[in-house]
Structure formats: C-alpha cells, structure tokens
C-alpha cells in the first residue's frame, strides 16, 4: 500500500507528461490551442479588444433599408411609425403598400407622431440614426440579458416591455429600469437591511459594467465587462469607455505637465537662469516665455494666455489683436508703446498649455476669420447654425436673367387706378398721392424704400431659383432656407412661425413620456382611462405600472393588490407591495417635467426666451394677437397688420414675373 501510493503520483506525471508529449506531437493540438488564443477577453480596456460587429441578417438589412427610404419620403415622421408598420405587414410589397397607406390616410398611423422642424440625424449621410434602426436578434438577446443580470427584481415580461420602448437601446431605457427596480420589494427589503442605495443611472463611474483594474505602470483604469454581443459591447465602449479614457488622458496631460514645468523651474531657479516677463514683471524658465517681433520683449505664456482669453471673450479685441496678420500686439509695458506682434505660432504654442485653450484658438481663428469677411465686402451667405459662409454669387450667378414686370396685371392695375380717381375716392386718393410724393422728396425715405424694395426683388429672385441651402461645414452639414433662415424640412414653408415648432415639441416630448409599447407587435399606446391592465389588439396583457406580462392563466388580476378597497382609489396599499388596480401615475408631474425640457432644448436652439404673448398662444392657440373683432386686422390674413417686408413683397410678385 505504501509502495502504491508513493508510485501513483509518479505513474501520474508520466501519464501527464506523455500525454502532454503525444498532444505537443499531434496534429490535433493546434486548432485547440487556436480556440484558446482567439477566444475574447471577458475584460475589454482598449478599442483594439473589440470585435468586428457581425454582418446583420437579410432580413434586418432589408428592414433598415426600407426605413431609410420611408424616412427620404416622410421626413416629417418619427421612425417609430415606420418601424411599426414594417413590422406589421408581410414582406412582399410592404414599401408600396406603406407608402400608399400614409399618402392616403396619414392620421390612422401617424397619430400624432411628427418631427419636431429643425431635427436632423447626427450622421448626413442617413436619416436613420443607429438607435432607431432595427436590431438584430443577437443583439435583442443581448441587451436583454444584460437588463435581466443588473435589474434582478423586475421580471423577464416588465423589462422586455421597457426595451421594446426603447427599441432595445440598453442606456435609453436604463433610467426607466432603474427607477422601476427601486419600486420592487427586493429592492425594498435589500435597502433595508444592507442600507443598499438605488443603482445611478448618469454617472459611467459607478455603472455596473465598469470594472476599475490597475494597470502596468500603477494607476486604475476602467475596463467593460464583455456582454458577448460585438455591437453592444462597440456601443458601450464608446458611450461609456472613451468619455471615462478621453477625461483620465486630460487629467494626467495636464498633471505631466506641472510636474514637468515644476522640475524645470527648480532647475532654472537653483543656477538663476529665469527670465523677468516684460509684461507682468514676474519670474519664468526659458520654456515659458516668448518674445515679440520688433524689440524683443519677452512675455511669459501666463501673459499671452490672459490677453488671448480678454480679446476673445472681453473688451480686449480691438487693442490686442493684429487683424493683418492675425498676432498679439505686445503687452509689454514701456515708456513708448511697442508695435511689434507674438506671432500666431507662439500663441498656438501659449494656449496650448491652457484650460480649455484649444477652444479659445478656435474662437479666435473664427473671429479673425469673421473680421476677414466683413472687410472684403463681399455679398455673403451663412448658415444661421454655425459660422460657415460661401460667396453669394454661388448661388446668385452674375449672369442670371433679371425679373421682367408682369404685363398681364397692367390692365387690372390701371381699372383700378381709373376707379379709385373716380368720386368718392378721388379725393383722399389725391391726398394719398401728395403725401406719397412728399415723403419720396425726402432723402433718408428714399433709402429707405429702395433698400427694402431691393431686399423683396432679392428675396423674390431667391424663391425663383430655389431657397435650399446646405451647409458644408463637415460638423454642422445642416440644410436651411435662404429667406427665413430656418431649418429645411419638405415641404418647406417660410416664415412659419417658431411656436408652432415649440408646441409639436412640447406634445411629443409629453406624449412620449407617457406612452407604453407593446413588447410582442410593438404598437404605442396612452392609457386614458381604466384600470392598470391592459390588453393590446394583438393580444398581450400588461401592467401599467411595471410593464409585466399578466398574460397567463395564473396571472391577470391576481398580480394586483387583493385586499378590500373602493373602486377607483388609487393609494398604494399599506399591507402588501402588489401593484394597485386603480394606481396612477403623477402624470402632471411626468407632463410638467417633459414640458419643461422641449422648452428648455427650444429655448437653447431659439437663443430666447417666450414673451407673454407667446406663453398665452401656448396655451390656448390663440394669445394676445386675435383679440380685436373689427378693423382692418379682423379683414386681414392672420388678423394682423402686413410688415413692410410682407407689403414689399406683395408689391414685387404683383410687378415682376
């Protein structure tokens, strides 16, 4: 027994050993250690990890297709809609059949759900975003075993029905999971006992799927768990990863930095070899300073980056800068001013070593190059979204055919003329005349007319030859019209009023925070009225509150409340956690809360705030501008007065053909 024992381990390693041996010499050996290598790390830190995504399915890529061209045809419509209709008719002719359906009767499957104007996918070249696309079925898998891993206490049914409004985008309808999850008696019971707090759903420092592991040279770096799926895992790499990478690069540039800067100083300071700055007086190493092009003054960067910052955003722009040749007029301080520059480089150079000094360059490129512009006097077109301007004869060619007057209104006008000299017109047609002739005697009213007379026959001529105008900017790339300077949207109406975009944006934001959607056919709905089960047309039952399948036999009413309680009461119960039949949601609060961000992201895009007059069309359509019922206003389109663009307009087009 003791010889046996002390051999079997021995037998072993030689077993082990020959078998390790027959495997190195098998041929079989290396696909196996192929799988090895090539199998993903559960860990990704760096963007090389990533997979290629996987080539989606026929079918996918014939549904996404279909929903760009859906989109081209209807860009006023949300891809919800499109979504919802691809997905409810068969694959033969379903684009035909669409596209005939919303030509002939919009309001069955529109509902309500438009584009807000001025909305436009991130990428130019699609108008289908990738969150609005149709996913994959590996992805679906994914992102729901992603939900069901984090949000353990809401059932399978309730977070199908959360990412089904999402369109299964996972950092969508995480806010959503998250306050549902905080709701759940596991949560309740957790929290109780181990203090747990409820899981953020902003901060990518504590998202669950970010790992912080310290890497070789010491400091901790995030890492995302693999979820398996190659196009999720790209997603949240870039949403999470990369903002987390970019701000620990920044931070540690600029620690690098000082502590570079420190080192240097101490040197320079130990052999006294600093250098006192022209401007401020103070003490710099060599690295740190710059020297002005005709007496050699040194500025330190500390100096340069001040002066860059008070020309660009202060009062500072017309004493330091040198339009001509885009440098820093010399700060430093003489008995006799000094009329030598830094140059742009130096500058480049200084602000790079600044907060936030790439973005003060560009801003300062942009208004040297705005200044350019306005000396040239050259006829311009911008776009009102950003900074970008073209020449105006791009689109104004000298060449153009000039407007002809329209002689087939000659006779009308001439009646009429005949007809108002006779009486009881004659006279206050006369008296209309001899004032109209006074005023032109004036010279600053003759300038005036013709200046607005030339801006009407300059905006006719526009409308003649097309108002669309794109610009190439590669960030900006948004198209607007050249009359009203609002965003582009076909059918293209001008001068259509911006509330009219604020309250389409004010009714989808409110509609969209109240919906549900059904996680079996994807059909939208509003409860109105009822109680909290639901029943869509396709057949599938649903709680309102958390979005749970009480579909089966043993569900339905059983899943709320049981206890006694008087139809209609909508208080939680005291003596169980089961949702509430009659429960409702604060949907005044939700409404109020989606109300105020669609007038928040209008009043950012608008750069204004709404007057009273506009508070009151909000809220009863009309406001204070239809409240005569007389007058000239009440005879009058809109009831109101024309502008005098409106008039000069009026007069062009009756003129000119």
């Known amino acids: 027994m003791f010889l046996s024992s002390l051999l079997r381990p021995s037998s072993g390693r030689n077993a082990s050993s020959r078998s390790n041996k027959s495997s190195r010499d098998s041929p079989e050996a290396e696909p196996s250690r192929a799988r090895t290598v090539d199998h993903p790390p559960e860990y990704l830190s760096d963007e090389s990890q990533l997979r290629p995504a996987n080539q989606p399915p026929q079918d996918v890529l014939d549904l996404n297709q279909n929903l760009e061209m859906l989109a081209g045809l209807f860009p006023d419509i949300q891809i919800e809609v499109f979504r919802e209709m691809l997905a409810s008719f068969s694959e033969e002719s379903r684009l035909f059949i669409i596209t005939d359906k919303l030509l002939k009767n919009p309001g069955e499957f529109v509902k309500g759900r438009r584009r807000a104007g001025g909305h436009t996918a991130p990428d130019s070249t699609t108008m289908v975003s990738r969150a609005e696309a149709f996913r994959t079925a590996e992805y679906k898998d994914a992102v729901r075993a992603l939900a069901m891993q984090e949000f353990k206490g809401i059932s399978r049914s309730s977070i199908d029905a959360v990412l089904s409004e999402s369109n299964y985008s996972y950092l969508d309808a995480r806010p959503t999971l998250v306050e549902l999850s905080s709701r759940s008696w596991k949560f309740a019971i957790s929290s ?91 003490d710099a190493i060599f690295e740190e300073l710059t020297v002005c092009g005709t007496e050699g003054h040194m500025v330190c960067f500390h100096c340069v980056q001040h002066s860059i910052t008070e020309a660009v955003f202060g009062q500072g722009w017309q004493r330091c800068i040198d339009k001509e040749t885009g440098g820093l007029r010399c700060p430093a301080v003489a008995s006799v001013e000094c009329q030598g520059c830094v140059s742009s480089e130096h500058i480049h150079r200084a602000m790079r070593s600044a907060k936030n000094g790439d973005e003060i360059i560009r801003k300062l490129d942009q208004r040297l190059a705005e200044h350019g512009l306005l000396s040239s006097g050259l006829p311009l077109i911008r776009c009102p979204f950003c900074t970008y301007a073209e020449i105006d004869d791009l689109y104004m060619p000298a060449h153009a055919r000039r407007p002809k007057l329209r002689t087939s209104n000659f006779p009308t006008i001439i009646i009429t003329f005949i007809c108002f000299m006779l009486p009881p017109f004659s006279l206050p047609t006369l008296m209309l005349s001899l004032g109209c002739t006074l005023l032109c005697l004036n010279r600053s009213f003759r300038e005036y007319g013709s200046r607005h007379l030339s801006a009407a026959l300059d905006r006719y001529q526009r409308r003649r030859r097309g108002l669309k105008f794109t610009c190439q900017n590669p960030s900006c790339a948004r198209s607007s019209c050249l009359s009203c300077s609002k965003a582009w949207v076909d059918i293209h109406v001008c001068h259509e009023s911006s509330l009219v975009a604020l309250r389409t944006q004010v009714e989808q934001a409110m509609s969209m925070a109240v919906k549900r959607v059904c996680p079996r056919c994807s059909t939208s709905f509003v409860k109105t009225a009822g109680c909290n089960k639901l029943t869509c047309p396709c057949g599938y039952k649903m709680c309102y509150v958390c979005r749970k399948d009480i579909g089966t036999p043993n569900e339905g009413y059983q899943h709320f409340c049981q206890h006694f309680r008087p139809e209609g009461d909508g208080r939680r119960c005291k003596e169980c956690n089961k949702c509430n039949l009659w429960e409702a949601e604060n949907t005044d609060e939700i409404l109020r809360k989606a109300k105020a961000e669609a007038e928040r992201r209008w009043r950012e895009c608008e750069k204004r705030e709404l007057s009273d007059a506009e508070k009151a069309y909000l809220e009863d359509g009309r406001g204070g501008f239809n409240h005569g019922h007389g007058g000239m206003g009440h005879l009058l389109p809109g009831g109101k007065m024309p502008s005098i663009e409106e008039f000069c307009d009026f007069i062009i087009e009756t003129l000119f053909v």
Do not use: Q
């Not at 912080?212 to 949240?236: F, Q």
């Not at 990863?241 to 320079?268: G, N, Q």
């Open 192 to 282: 109780l006992f181990f203090r747990r707090k409820t899981v953020t759903s902003a901060e990518a420092e504590t998202h669950p799927l970010i790992i912080w592991t310290p890497s070789d040279n010491g400091p901790m770096i995030p890492t995302l768990k693999a979820t398996g799926s190659s196009e999720l895992d790209r997603e949240l790499f870039e949403e999470l990863i990369m903002p987390l990478k970019r701000r620990e690069r920044i931070k540690r540039e600029e620690s690098d930095r000082a502590l570079a800067v420190s080192l240097l100083t101490e040197e320079a300071e130990a052999v006294e070899a600093t250098y006192e700055c022209s401007c401020c007086y103070g």
